[in-house]
């Protein structure tokens, strides 16, 4: 049997990724431009460092912006879609049989922590995960494993003794890293990237059963159901 589940956060459990995505396109129409999805999936997963979204806008169209008003505008619009966001379709439900099986549950996130427990909190799943990797403890955000080691230290489990569950190419490189199975359900955003060869993909968490994902991590083998 598994003994952990190690989350990531947006764009897994809530799906903040279409949300900010949706928005700051929002920001680039409005000067007549459009945010390729090529250079979003350089900030998708990660700290948000790799990819400067004004720099980029003000090169496109060639003259400097007000960065603090856009930001702070961006900021609003994006609050107003995401508070009103249920948690994905099936977390909820694989939440509570990993809770019931006595499965240790934990987030790592490349966000920062402060996020995380407020939207944890607010779908009343804060309770449910005492260990919280975020970019605040890990310093470093994905691809770089840093968050799920920390998680993983945290439970006190080792990587081939716990299953990531992602939405990124830049989460389920940091699980490979870390050297965790990793199952990767994309949402709407990360669905149109490329995923490095080999990534385990599900349409939805959905029926996905503890059984489905102790497979995954090679703890039972898997059944023959043409046999």
Avoid at 32 to 50: D, F, N, R, Y
Avoid at 77 to 99: F, H, S, T
Avoid at 192 to 210: C, D, H, I, N
């Amino acid at each position: 049997m598994i003994k952990a589940i190690v989350f990531d956060f947006d764009g897994t459990i809530l799906d903040t990724e279409s949300a900010e995505y949706e928005t700051w396109q929002e920001v680039y129409g409005r000067y007549g431009q459009e945010l390729p999805l090529k250079e979003w999936s350089l900030i998708v997963g990660s700290a948000g460092h790799t990819f400067d979204l004004l720099a980029y806008l003000e090169q496109c169209v060639g003259r400097p912006l007000p960065r603090d008003e856009i930001r702070a505008e961006r900021r609003r619009r994006d609050d107003l879609i995401v508070n009103a966001m249920p948690a994905r379709e099936g977390v909820l439900d694989l939440v509570q049989e990993a809770k019931a099986r006595g499965i240790g549950l934990a987030i790592a996130s490349s966000s920062p922590r402060a996020w995380v427990v407020r939207h944890l909190t607010r779908l009343g799943l804060l309770e449910d995960f005492p260990i919280i990797a975020s970019y605040d403890e890990a310093g470093r955000g994905k691809p770089d494993p840093a968050s799920f080691l920390l998680a993983l230290e945290g439970l006190g489990t080792q990587p081939r003794e716990a299953v990531a569950i992602e939405d990124s190419p830049n989460g389920a490189m940091a699980a490979a890293a870390a050297g965790m199975p990793c199952l990767v359900v994309p949402n709407p955003v990360t669905a149109r990237m490329t995923f490095p060869e080999g990534t385990r993909l599900g349409a939805s968490l959905a029926g996905v059963s503890l059984a489905e994902l102790e497979r995954l991590a090679g703890v039972v083998p898997a059944v023959d159901e043409t046999a």
